[in-house]
């Protein structure tokens, strides 16, 4: 079935610090698994994905790790700053037997950092 | 370049009326998908138009329905009405040959409140 979750509902961190954001899939036959932020009255704001074949990748003060063999991602933020402060949600991104690709997200991570 | 925009921003209905959203898709995009994110929870894919044709649905009844203009814009309707439809609804947009995460960019929602 679909499903994407994550371990912790709320996360709060001191500002500087390094925030981890986990997440638990089960569908392993997505092609992308992505990080959304989104901020409140906002829409979803794309931070960065992995495909399926790697296991790290790195942006901007961000980096996501795909373990496939436990069916687990993760969001580090480094030197987390009071902007990072939002809802993080996980997805994953495939093809459907109708062709077209979907969105399957997670239920959110909410991070507040403190000054 | 504008993004993609949604209107109205927020909407009181009562239940069992019928109400009627809309989205126009950034610049270029000829893809629109619908979401609906209950209040604490992640999105969720309600349908997604190309070609003014509905290529694929989530698991949503047939009170939701969609419509997709020849300039690309979209409308979503729900019928009759119920407590439970009060959500964020969201409207993404794609281009169908570039169908990969960081392409797909997110209106920033309208608040449906059913009273």
């Known amino acids: 079935g679909e499903s994407v979750g994550l371990h912790l509902p709320t996360l709060s961190v001191q500002e500087g610090d390094n925030s981890i954001i986990n997440c638990a899939y089960s569908n392993s036959a997505s092609d992308y698994f992505i990080w959304y932020k989104q901020e409140s009255g906002k829409g979803p704001q794309f931070i960065i994905d992995?495909?399926?074949?790697?296991d790290k990748r790195q942006g901007q003060r961000v980096t996501v790790l795909l373990n496939k063999t436990v069916k687990h991602l993760s969001l580090q933020i480094a030197a987390t700053q009071p902007g990072d402060s939002a809802v993080y949600f996980c997805a994953e991104y495939g093809p459907t037997q109708g062709g077209s690709e979907k969105l399957v997200f997670g239920k959110g991570t909410k991070l507040t950092v403190n000054p | 370049d504008a993004g993609v925009t949604q209107s109205p921003t927020h909407l009181i209905k009562t239940r069992g009326q019928q109400v009627t959203l809309r989205c126009s898709p950034k610049?270029?995009?000829?893809?629109v998908s619908w979401y609906q994110q209950a209040l604490g929870q992640g999105p969720q894919f309600i349908f997604q138009y190309y070609e003014e044709e509905e290529r694929q649905r989530g698991n949503f009844p047939d009170r939701f329905s969609g419509h997709q203009f020849p300039n690309y814009s979209s409308e979503l309707n729900v019928n009759a009405l119920l407590l439970g439809d009060s959500a964020l609804y969201l409207c993404?947009?794609?281009?169908?040959?570039?169908?990969?995460?960081?392409?797909?960019?997110f209106g920033p929602g309208t608040r449906l409140t059913v009273l």
């Open positions: 610049s270029g995009h000829d893809t």
């Open positions: 992995i495909r399926s074949n790697m």
């Open positions: 993404a947009s794609s281009l169908v040959n570039n169908p990969v995460p960081n392409e797909q960019f």
